[in-house]
Each structure stands twice: as structure tokens, then as C-alpha cells.
């Protein structure tokens, strides 16, 4: 079964901590993305990676294809940064040639 | 200037009844996508399609159809309304090459009562 697994599920900090988002899946891919959702609902796409490692301001990713992980860090974290953090993955093998996504990371970030 | 954009945002209906939503997008792509969210946020893909061909996730009822008249636009139609569909319906845009970045609209949120 083609499963991607995310962790922590909740997630709460303070402002200005070091925060690490993890995603696991099970089979081969060909590009894995981060997006986050806000609390209005929107979806927006933060990073695509097939591997290697992205950065975009305080936004890190990084993919170990061998090991079919992936993280997203943020720095210097800030309260609008509180949103659902969904990890997506495009499976090589076909299906519906859409994303399976994960059940995301809701985190809440303190001032 | 929204790239993907869908209407309505807010959906209130009965059971039983038909029902469109509409997505355009003005980003030049070639695949277009509707995502289903549940209750407990979790998204799954129901429909792709590019102009080769239509990709339907297995699990998706037929009561649930895609229709696109041109590249930009991809609607979701459905038919005979049930309480289980109340969810938000995302639809989103791609390149149809895997290393691209997809697009999403704001979402349609759906109530069936």
C-alpha cells in the first residue's frame, strides 16, 4: 500500500525555535512536496524536491531518496508560520497521477 | 490575477440534488486535478486530466464527474447529493511532467443537508 507517513501530527513552540517536519513513504517516487494550508483553507505549494535539498527564506527542505525521507525545517520561527504542514508525494508507479498526501502536521507557533 | 481559481467558495444544498463546481485556470498548464478534503483534513485525489486523457481515482462514486470544455477550465459535476460528499473540493493545475510545481485553488466548501 502506498502510504505516506508524517510526524509530529501537533506540533506547538515558541517563537524563534528550530522546528523539523518529517515525512516518510513507503515506494518509489518522482518528486515529493511540502505545502502548507492555513487556517482559511488555502493550499499553497511551499516546495517541490525530487532531491537534494531547497531553501526559500526561513524554509528548508531536504529529501534522502535512498531512505525515502524527507524534512522541512523552519528557522527562526514566527506565529505566522502556524499553519498545516501536508507533505505530498507523486508516485512513479501511476494511479490516479495525482498526489497521496499525508495527514499533515498541524503546528502552532507561540509569540 | 488568481492563477487557479474555483466558485462557488460556499456550497449549501440538499440531498438528492445535482451540483457543479467550477475551476479555471489562467497558468497555461496542461493537467488539471480535483482534490477531495474530509472532515478530518485529509486530501485525496479524485480526478486528473490533460488533453490525452482522464485519470479517475477507483474510489471516486460515479455520481462524480469531471467535465472540461477547454484546457483552462476542469468542473466537477455531481449528481445526487449525499451527506458522506460534505467536504472541501480543491481543484489545482500542473505541468504534466512530475518535477512541477502544482497550483492550488482556494478550495469549495460543500455542506449537504
Known amino acids: 500500500k502506498n502510504e505516506v507517513e508524517q510526524s509530529p501530527q501537533n506540533l506547538t513552540a515558541q517563537e524563534g525555535e528550530f522546528i523539523t517536519i518529517n515525512c516518510s513513504y513507503s515506494?518509489?517516487?518522482?518528486?515529493l512536496h511540502w505545502l502548507q494550508q492555513h487556517p482559511g483553507g488555502g493550499i499553497v505549494s511551499l516546495f517541490m524536491?525530487?532531491?537534494g535539498k531547497k531553501k526559500h527564506g526561513r524554509l528548508i527542505a531536504t529529501i534522502n531518496i535512498q531512505e525515502k525521507h524527507s524534512s522541512l525545517h523552519i528557522t527562526a520561527s514566527h506565529p505566522r508560520d502556524s499553519a498545516v504542514y501536508i507533505c505530498?508525494?507523486?508516485?512513479?508507479?501511476?494511479?490516479?497521477?495525482?498526489?497521496?498526501f499525508g495527514k499533515g502536521t498541524h503546528l502552532i507557533i507561540q509569540p | 490575477d488568481t492563477a487557479v481559481s474555483q466558485t462557488p467558495k460556499y456550497l449549501v444544498t440538499q440531498m438528492g440534488n445535482d451540483k457543479s463546481i467550477k475551476c479555471e485556470q489562467n497558468?497555461?498548464?496542461?493537467?488539471m486535478y480535483w482534490y477531495k478534503q474530509d472532515s478530518k483534513k485529509f486530501l485525496k485525489i479524485m480526478f486528473s486530466?490533460?488533453?490525452?486523457?482522464?485519470?479517475i481515482n477507483e474510489t471516486v462514486p460515479n455520481r462524480f464527474s469531471p467535465k472540461s470544455p477547454d484546457k483552462a477550465h476542469l468542473n466537477l459535476h455531481i449528481n445526487s447529493l449525499e451527506l458522506g460528499d460534505s467536504a472541501v473540493y480543491f481543484c489545482?493545475?500542473?505541468?504534466?511532467?512530475?518535477?512541477?510545481?502544482?497550483?492550488f485553488g482556494e478550495g469549495s466548501w460543500l455542506t449537504v443537508v
Open positions: 489545482a493545475s500542473s505541468q504534466q511532467h512530475a518535477g512541477n510545481t502544482i497550483y
Open positions: 515506494v518509489g517516487i518522482s518528486a
Open positions: 524536491l525530487s532531491s
Open positions: 505530498a508525494v507523486r508516485y512513479s508507479g501511476g494511479g490516479a497521477d495525482g498526489l497521496t
Open positions: 497558468l497555461g498548464h496542461d493537467t
Open positions: 486530466y490533460n488533453n490525452k486523457e482522464l485519470i
